[in-house]
């Protein structure tokens, strides 16, 4: 008799579900218990009728578990026990046919079992001498994470014949930890290492390193983007996972980044340019004045660099982290963190509401919101009469209604967070590698002072968008973060000090957004063809941009920095040294399909402008002393990469 009392609640929680299957099917009780008393017959058919054997085969046992209680028959103890954890488990085994995805561990499904199952218990305590209700409720929802973790590493489950850790298959949370210590991406490559092509790297996810499925899963009519998603600054263009609302959403960005518009935007650049070399002149002056030789951060002016601009696109201006040296607004803090938040809430995005309770990170999100809101109220004071990318998505240009001021915010962060960390680290990144190349470097000075004679301001863009080795310098950067083998190495020159860039770190490279983003088989959709694979509902899947890139069966010698793979008159020569292979439907640095980086032609022009200023005004050396490897281990993946100081020592030429 014990077992049927303490069962109660048990049926109450089934009856929840049941419930809700009452009103879906338009019972109206909004009572739970009402509901399950007064339709559980028709409840029960309704399941039964379901061409689902576990709906059937919960309808089943759940219809003898009430017939028991209520006629209180003499059954056993173990028989009432052996009833109440058959249906309990069949019943979540229906569930999680059902609700596979987040919602299983959501705290709205817990929380309300709970409750139900408190105000069930008082309910019943008249009838009942049963004390232990926290015993009930543990038991309760043990047995629904028990259920769960079984389930998810059974062979029932439908992505059980996928490869992958226990851990991952067990909990997302489990990826939340290894996202923490940033280094995600080089966890998946090694995961594709041992596993191979497709994993399973969470309960319900996939990740892929195989580019014939880029146009399928990126492309037009391709899959919908993942929940993932949810963590990025709502309601932004990118987190926008309807394609319809996403190509609403896109249209203005669109016209913001046409030839013409781009135009407008590089008067700004070469402001902004102008004012880095200033700024790098003067900070040499300062490490002379200290006796520091001219040691520079590269990588802090390249930051300041892209972010004032971005400010300038995106709220009109007001962010002079170049004019004051250094981050004392707090924007790159704000963002950086930002950037580490999303990331860690992307792989449980259910958590997003509750994210203002957790100590530090939801304090950072008010702050991101907050910055949001005051930038986009100091640019509507500004007025129309600026052509900037805000001028776009707010219908200043007369083709949109104005949306909210939420929207402008959302837009806003989102533009500088896209567009500064990408571009600063795609610039670093490039600094770096022709650090470690010098004859790359060369040749790159060769060819800006050929086409720009007597020290003329490389500011054409459309020379600059023709030159070869620039452009295919451009194309290999971000497809190539950080490198396994450098120049120095190969040829075993004389300049120790930065040799040798990572070669016992294994797969350590990396493009800007390494770790690709993801898409979704929706629930109810069936099962997805793409390619080879046949990937079930509700199931998010990443395309590994970083493994992608780095398979030899899509480039040759995938680890070595070799802008000359993307100069088609080399093609011969390339062959020559070895460079067979170069599979340029495998390259998608900028992803693929409507969700492109639509940012994509103003980064490119920005950097072409900022690498040949550079490389003409000054001569870069590394510092003495100073190990230039140790910036490859400051690479942190949160969503995009975020990097550590960049040493080097710069003198002016001439
Ligand atoms: C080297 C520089 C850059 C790289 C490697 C890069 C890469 C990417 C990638 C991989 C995506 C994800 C697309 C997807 O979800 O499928 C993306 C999206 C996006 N990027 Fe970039 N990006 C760069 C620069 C920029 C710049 C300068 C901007 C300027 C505002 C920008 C704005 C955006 C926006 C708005 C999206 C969302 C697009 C959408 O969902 O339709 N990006 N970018």
Not at 195 to 202: A, F, K, L, Q, S
Not at 376 to 400: C, H, T, W
Request: hydrophobic share 40%; aromatic share 12%.
């Amino acid at each position: 008799m014990p077992y049927v009392h303490g069962s109660l609640p048990f049926i109450w929680g089934n009856a929840i579900f049941l419930s809700s299957e009452v009103r879906a099917s338009g019972g109206k009780d909004s009572d739970p218990t009402l509901a399950v008393f007064r339709n559980w017959r028709r409840t029960i058919r309704l399941w039964a009728s379901h061409d689902n054997v576990y709906k059937a085969a919960y309808a089943a046992l759940l219809s003898s578990q009430i017939k028991m209680v209520f006629s209180l028959t003499n059954t056993s103890n173990s028989d009432a026990a052996l009833l109440y954890l058959s249906t309990s488990f069949v019943r979540n085994l229906s569930i999680f046919q059902a609700f596979r995805t987040i919602q299983i561990l959501h705290l709205d499904y817990l929380a309300p079992h709970s409750s139900c199952l408190l105000d069930h218990f008082y309910r019943f305590a008249i009838f009942i001498k049963y004390h232990s209700l926290y015993l009930i409720l543990a038991i309760y929802n043990s047995l629904i994470l028990t259920y769960t973790a079984a389930y998810r590493l059974s062979p029932w489950h439908p992505l059980a014949n996928y490869p992958g850790p226990i851990l991952a298959r067990l909990s997302k949370f489990y990826f939340v930890l290894v996202c923490a210590k940033g280094k995600q991406h080089l966890y998946y490559s090694q995961l594709h290492e041992i596993y191979g092509d497709c994993i399973r790297v969470g309960p319900n996810e996939l990740s892929i390193r195989d580019a014939s499925i880029i146009h399928p899963v990126l492309g037009s009519g391709g899959l919908q983007k993942g929940p993932c998603t949810l963590g990025s600054p709502p309601p932004s263009l990118i987190a926008s996972r309807d394609a319809a609302d996403h190509a609403r959403k896109r249209k203005p960005w669109n016209r913001a980044f046409t030839s013409a518009a781009l135009k407008e935007y590089e008067v700004v650049i070469t402001r902004r340019l102008r004012q880095l070399v200033e700024c790098i002149d003067n900070s040499i002056k300062e490490s002379a004045k200290e006796k520091r030789g001219s040691l520079v951060n590269i990588c802090a002016w390249f930051e300041y660099f892209a972010t004032d601009f971005m400010g300038d696109m995106a709220f009109g201006g007001g962010f002079e982290l170049m004019r004051d040296g250094g981050d004392i607004g707090g924007v790159w803090h704000i963002l950086e963190v930002g950037f580490q938040n999303i990331t860690l809430i992307a792989h449980v995005p259910w958590v997003l509401p509750y994210a203002k309770y957790f100590p530090g990170s939801g304090k950072d999100l008010v702050r991101l919101r907050e910055f949001g809101n005051v930038n986009v109220a100091k640019r509507l004071e500004m007025g129309p009469n600026r052509k900037d990318l805000f001028y776009y998505l707010s219908g200043e240009d007369g083709q949109i209604e104005r949306p909210t001021n939420e929207d402008l915010a959302a837009n806003g962060v989102l533009a500088i967070i896209a567009g500064s960390d990408t571009t600063s680290t795609t610039l670093t990144a490039l600094f770096y590698h022709l650090f470690c190349n010098p004859a790359m470097y060369e040749r790159l000075r060769d060819e800006v002072e050929k086409e720009f004679p007597g020290g003329e301001e490389p500011l054409d863009s459309t020379i600059l968008g023709q030159m070869p080795w620039l452009n295919a310098c451009m194309y290999v950067t971000p497809f190539f973060i950080s490198s396994l083998e450098c120049e120095w190495q190969q040829r075993g020159s004389a300049r120790p000090d930065f040799v040798s860039v990572s070669e016992k770190r294994g797969v350590a490279t990396t493009p800007p957004v390494p770790s690709g983003s993801q898409r979704s088989v929706l629930r109810g959709a069936g099962p997805k063809a793409l390619g080879k694979y046949v990937i079930p509902e509700q199931t998010q899947l990443f395309l590994n941009t970083h493994g992608i890139h780095r398979d030899a069966r899509n480039f040759s010698m995938p680890n070595s920095f070799l802008p000359q793979r993307w100069i088609a008159s080399e093609a011969e020569k390339n062959a020559a040294s070895g460079i067979t292979v170069h599979n340029t439907a495998a390259f998608f640095p900028f992803s693929y399909g409507p969700t492109v980086c639509v940012g994509k032609n103003l980064a490119l022009l920005e950097m072409r402008f900022v690498v040949s200023r550079l490389i003409q005004r000054y001569d870069f050396q590394a510092a003495p002393g100073y190990d230039v490897k140790q910036w490859e281990d400051t690479l942190c993946d949160y969503f995009a990469i975020q990097k550590g100081p960049l040493m080097i020592e710069v003198t002016p030429r001439n």
